[in-house]
């Protein structure tokens, strides 16, 4: 498996898509701190809707922190949000792109202090970091790898708490009024009896919050709710019930990153280390283009648009303007046909060439997923995140998907399998297609209002 290459080799390389396959990997390979399981991924999955979750988010994730005078100037110029309205106490998902439009990265971003802004998961911090090095700023860049990559512990915390019963569980460890916090704000509360920040975000369409803080108290916090959670059916998640809740929120992360074949990216592909985001990228799925190119996402077509402000420059801004007239694709779920699932697991008990196996809950063995998306012989779409969801009894995946298909409702069929993978954890198998239901983003209802 070919490991540690860096972005100018899989760009120089003359075919960047095969090189993006062959570097593939589980999507929990990622992930290695937290366990996969703390008890069972089926139970952990269904307390996000049953009863309430605990996730812990300290581990898997490089956060990035920005101070300085010129610290919004920076962030400003890389991202499509406005600024205006960012006050201190406030967090927006930023978003930020390359020249051509296509997306780099996306995450929250939290405005702690009139020049300190701090991302816990922002995808892109490599992009900050590198125009802070290369552009006259007056800003301090910190990025701190995810824990994997650390000789020690992370600096802060991260838990998210939600679930139907999620409420009482943190009455139970804060005297913060957290109905008073709404939704990307945040506050300084007691959590537990420490300092944490309540920021008003979570990863399910359930009630809950994402608290942070000094990873020196994170035991005593997370004992702390997982003591008042235990008459309310509280489970800690483990790693694979949590990539799940991606799906779940319709949230579809950035694909490919759009530098490859950019010349306008090359200082940047100069920039980057091999153990970077961008050159250990990898990704699967029965969709093949000779093209790179088209694994690259817009925001527009992610559901971004009504982030995106015109009113300030930006990266990728003129780019961007033309995409929100010309881009006929939009976002929603697909619910796959339970009996065309449930054939592919049967193809291993009958005789003959067998279907590719899926491994539950998150189904990839790669870091990001693109199955083609048929109306007959047409291809209408691109599908993404496939994962099972419990309450639905299937698979649901996020769709890029032509808008004349977008009806809930509407039924497509989902290319499932590779052909000649050049990934060795692809093993032999034969291509099928799985019939799918599309429906809204997110495809239930969602709580958190």
Not at 37 to 43: A, K, L, R
Not at 404 to 410: C, L, N, R
């Amino acid at each position: 498996m070919v490991r540690d290459v860096d972005p100018n080799t899989i760009q120089a390389s003359g075919d960047p898509v095969a090189r993006l396959r062959e570097q593939g990997e589980d999507y929990t390979a990622n992930f290695p701190v937290v366990p996969n399981e703390i008890t069972n991924w089926i139970d952990e999955q269904r307390a996000i809707t049953e009863s309430v979750a605990l996730a812990n988010l300290s581990h898997h994730m490089a956060s990035l922190r920005v101070s300085g005078p010129d610290a919004r100037e920076l962030l400003e110029g890389l991202s499509v949000n406005d600024f205006d309205d960012f006050p201190v106490g406030r967090a927006k998902q930023v978003v930020m792109c390359n020249h051509a439009g296509y997306i780099l990265g996306d995450g929250p971003l939290l405005r702690l202090d009139e020049n300190e802004y701090y991302g816990p998961g922002v995808l892109s911090a490599n992009w900050v970091q590198f125009h802070a090095e290369t552009g006259d700023y007056d800003v301090d860049v910190d990025i701190e790898a995810r824990t994997s990559a650390l000789d020690g512990d992370p600096d802060k915390f991260v838990f998210q708490v939600q679930g139907p019963n999620a409420k009482p569980v943190l009455e139970a460890v804060t005297d913060a009024d957290l109905a008073d916090i709404g939704f990307y704000r945040f506050e300084e509360i007691e959590l537990g009896g420490k300092p944490a920040i309540a920021l008003g975000h979570g990863m399910s369409t359930e009630f809950g919050f994402e608290f942070i803080g000094d990873f020196e108290h994170a035991d005593a916090v997370r004992d702390a709710i997982v003591d008042a959670g235990e008459e309310y059916g509280l489970r800690r998640l483990g790693s694979k019930a949590y990539h799940t809740l991606s799906v779940r929120l319709g949230w579809l992360p950035p694909g490919v990153p759009p530098l490859y074949d950019d010349p306008e990216m090359a200082a940047y592909r100069d920039w980057l280390d091999a153990d970077s985001r961008e050159g250990t990228y990898s990704i699967d799925g029965s969709f093949d283009s000779d093209d790179v190119s088209d694994y690259y996402m817009s925001p527009v077509e992610l559901g971004y648009r009504k982030l995106i402000d015109f009113d300030h420059d930006f990266v990728g801004k003129e780019a961007l303007r033309a995409q929100m007239d010309d881009l006929e694709r939009t976002l929603v779920s697909l619910t796959w046909d339970r009996d065309d699932v449930v054939d592919v697991y049967a193809s291993l008990f009958e005789p003959g060439a067998t279907k590719k196996f899926m491994g539950l809950p998150r189904i990839g063995w790669a870091r990001a997923n693109y199955d083609e998306v048929l109306d007959g012989d047409e291809r209408v779409g691109v599908s993404h995140s496939r994962a099972y969801q419990h309450d639905a009894r299937t698979v649901v995946s996020l769709c890029r998907i032509d808008e004349a298909y977008a009806e809930p409702g509407t039924e497509v069929t989902v290319v499932w399998g590779e052909t000649d993978s050049p990934n060795p954890k692809a093993e032999e198998h034969v291509r099928t297609e799985i019939d799918a239901t599309v429906g809204p983003v997110p495809f239930v209802e969602d709580h958190r209002k």
